[in-house]
């Protein structure tokens, strides 16, 4: 069956809040502008890209994809549309379009840019971001999500509206990057007049040149894409390595900036970690031996940097240390790309990041700890000798190095690609396992994402997306998993109950937890009050159906619970229910009758269940996996239940599963019979 989209999609992937033990890895809304007291216009021109705007422009004529690389600050999100329009590129009527992963990036530059060209927000320069479009017919330069630009492919896969299409940050090769890329370069091959420009932080880019480069013969006149830099000058950098394996790379990397700083002339120093706790234990020694540290000598300033940290302390790194001080950010890898800080001399690199992996054999996506990329490495090093030579430090050997992968591999080939395949089913294109991905994903992947789509009714047996089901799937910006178990809940009468639990599993952090004290066990009595042995997701809905009845600060505070999560809550909920309208889900309430809500999770929920192994240990029913009960579950210190269902999986030393449901292993027989049979273990 060809199937047609009819419908309009949801612009952006999903409702996900950002999440703390995500974000810390990779990115900060915080901009640094060195030139804030100049004139707009002067601060234009201080920028690396402006002595390159003819080139680039030139080079548009010439090639229909341009990858632009050059560092963060280095002007391409706002200055490179402004230079098409100058150029006159979008005058016949046609708009240029700007990609960004993140909603802020784009509201930010479309602010920022509109500012820039002296124009109301909205007019010559506006956004579209899902919910929310601030854009009229004058618009010319158009910042939106991947998630809009996608939806807008659906309606006209041509993109004939666009002049040019920018996607921005594409080093980080989100799962919809990667979609979008494969789709652009289907629409270049049929639309010569739409230029693509791909702008990068990294110089790894050769790779991203030959995807789009549609020149099949030997020929290199012929080439239709081409790789610019705006780098700024690289001086020589000298890289050490350690001779053996450091056993604590936190300890390691705060022994070695301490010997740079004895040993070195003075420049500051960056030192890369995984983790915000990582980075806090390190700032602390270095800062314990800051103090001891004698007078005349030269000081030392530690400063931590990651993406969670309010922006008055971000701005610190970027700040110069005051006379006879040195300064040692340490910081996550939001220091690889995410930020540029200016005047780092010494790099200190432990080795490892922080990335979410997908596991398919368990169904779970986890965070884990991974020695990084021979890119990330350079990238990492790159970031000494911007204004001088410098030196870089590694705490693992030579030999270590030469055993690292070329590149990091991009979320497409490392995540749950059930909701990309539904999303590319329901744009039409059928065969997933063909498609022309820029790097493609393990099959096994791919197969697994058929395969859970399958289970959940999206897909039929022919990978056909279902009438019903799976078309409304497609269009709920939710996990396919939640998608269903949304759905279900319209069928089962208990959808009141239902969109109240996705909303809170959707933001984060609704309990206080003080770190200690009398507060922490106050907080605990509290919060006791909510808990349920039928696992946190009733628990949540116990303190929204409370916090409905209650509603002010005072009580929020009383019961340690956080009011900003829980308002946004009640706003998800609220745009839930109007997509539900939309979708003919209907708004039912079960009056709080358990089994029904229970037996509504397992019908999203089924593919991530656990059960108690005689040894004690949690296994999961597919993949076999040992999992742990995080201990800000509140079944952490109940009795151990037979049978649970997992949201979320954290994985650091162990495997820890969050966001859990008590059921009856029957269930899953009688819910999800195509993905469980029953077996004599
Ligand atoms: O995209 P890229 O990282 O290359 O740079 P950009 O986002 O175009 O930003 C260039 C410069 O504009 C930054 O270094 C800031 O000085 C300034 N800027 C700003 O002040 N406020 C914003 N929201 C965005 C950029
Ligand atoms: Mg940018």
Request: proline letters at 4%; charged letters at 25%.
């Amino acid at each position: 069956m060809n199937f047609k989209p009819i419908f309009t999609k949801p612009g952006d992937s999903m409702w996900q809040e950002d999440k703390p033990d995500i974000e810390v890895h990779s990115s900060t809304q915080f901009v640094y502008n060195a030139h804030n007291s100049l004139a707009l216009d002067m601060q234009r021109k201080r920028l690396p890209i402006y002595k390159n705007k003819s080139h680039i422009i030139y080079l548009l004529e010439k090639f229909q994809t341009l990858v632009l690389v050059g560092e963060t600050g280095s002007g391409k999100s706002t200055q490179l549309p402004q230079y098409l329009i100058e150029a006159g590129w979008g005058s016949d009527g046609k708009i240029i379009g700007i990609t960004e992963p993140r909603r802020v990036a784009a509201t930010s530059l479309a602010n920022r840019v509109a500012d820039e060209r002296n124009c109301i927000l909205g007019t010559e320069v506006g956004y579209s971001i899902r919910f929310d479009d601030c854009t009229d017919p004058t618009t010319k330069i158009k910042y939106m999500t991947e998630g809009i630009l996608l939806r807008e492919l659906m309606g006209d896969p041509l993109l004939t509206r666009y002049a040019v299409i920018v996607l921005d940050e594409v080093h980080e090769r989100t799962l919809l990057t990667d979609i979008i890329m494969g789709l652009l370069k289907k629409v270049i091959k049929k639309r010569k007049s739409l230029k693509v420009i791909v702008s990068s932080a990294t110089v790894e880019a050769t790779q991203l040149r030959d995807f789009f480069n549609l020149n099949t013969t030997k020929d290199l006149t012929k080439d239709t894409s081409t790789i610019m830099s705006v780098e700024g000058r690289q001086y020589p950098i000298n890289i050490y390595y350690v001779k053996d394996p450091v056993p604590d790379y936190v300890k390691a990397a705060v022994d070695t900036a301490l010997k740079i700083h004895e040993n070195e002339e003075e420049g500051d120093i960056l030192v890369f970690l995984t983790g915000l706790d990582e980075v806090d234990r390190a700032v602390s020694l270095l800062y314990d031996h800051s103090k001891l540290i004698k007078e005349g000598k030269q000081k030392l300033m530690p400063l931590a940097m990651y993406g969670s940290l309010p922006n008055s302390e971000q701005l610190k790194v970027f700040w110069k240390a005051p006379k006879d001080t040195r300064k040692i950010v340490v910081a996550t890898n939001i220091a690889e790309t995410s930020i540029t800080i200016p005047n780092i001399i010494y790099v200190v690199d432990c080795g490892f990041v922080k990335l979410p992996w997908f596991e398919a054999d368990a169904q779970s996506n986890s965070l884990i700890i991974c020695p990084i990329s021979k890119a990330s490495a350079d990238q990492r090093a790159g970031r000494a000798g911007r204004v001088r030579s410098g030196k870089v430090y590694r705490l693992y050997t030579e030999e270590a190095y030469n055993d690292l992968t070329t590149a990091t591999p991009p979320e497409m080939q490392r995540s749950d690609l059930s909701v990309a395949i539904l999303q590319l089913k329901a744009l039409g294109i059928d065969n997933v396992l063909r498609f022309n991905f820029p790097s493609s994903p393990p099959s096994k992947n791919l197969i697994t994402g058929l395969e859970l789509l399958y289970a959940l009714g999206a897909i039929d047996g022919d990978g056909d997306l279902t009438t019903h089901l799976g078309v409304t799937m497609a269009e709920l910006p939710l996990e396919p998993v939640f998608a269903k178990m949304l759905i279900s809940s319209g069928e089962m009468g208990c959808s009141e109950e239902i969109t109240t639990i996705l909303a809170m599993l959707q933001v984060q952090n609704v309990f206080i937890r003080p770190a200690g004290g009398q507060a922490a066990i106050k907080a605990r009595i509290a919060h006791r009050k909510f808990e349920v042995e039928e696992g946190d997701l009733i628990t949540y809905l116990n303190v929204y159906t409370a916090y409905e009845k209650y509603k002010t600060h005072s009580w929020c505070q009383s019961q340690f619970l956080n009011m900003k999560a829980l308002k946004r809550a009640t706003e998800i909920r609220t745009q839930m229910k109007r997509m539900m309208k939309k979708l003919n889900i209907p708004l039912l309430s079960c009056n709080g009758n358990l089994t029904v809500i229970l037996r509504c999770i397992t019908s999203g929920l089924f593919p991530k269940a656990a059960y108690l192994h005689y040894t004690g240990v949690y296994k999961s029913v597919r993949g076999n996996k040992d999992l742990y009960i995080h201990q800000n579950s509140c079944l952490y210190t109940l009795q151990q239940p037979q049978w649970i269902l997992f949201s979320e999986i954290l994985q650091t030393n162990k495997i820890y599963m969050r966001e859990l449901t008590v059921i009856q292993p029957e269930w899953l027989l009688e819910l999800a019979p195509h993905f469980y049979e029953r077996t004599s273990i």
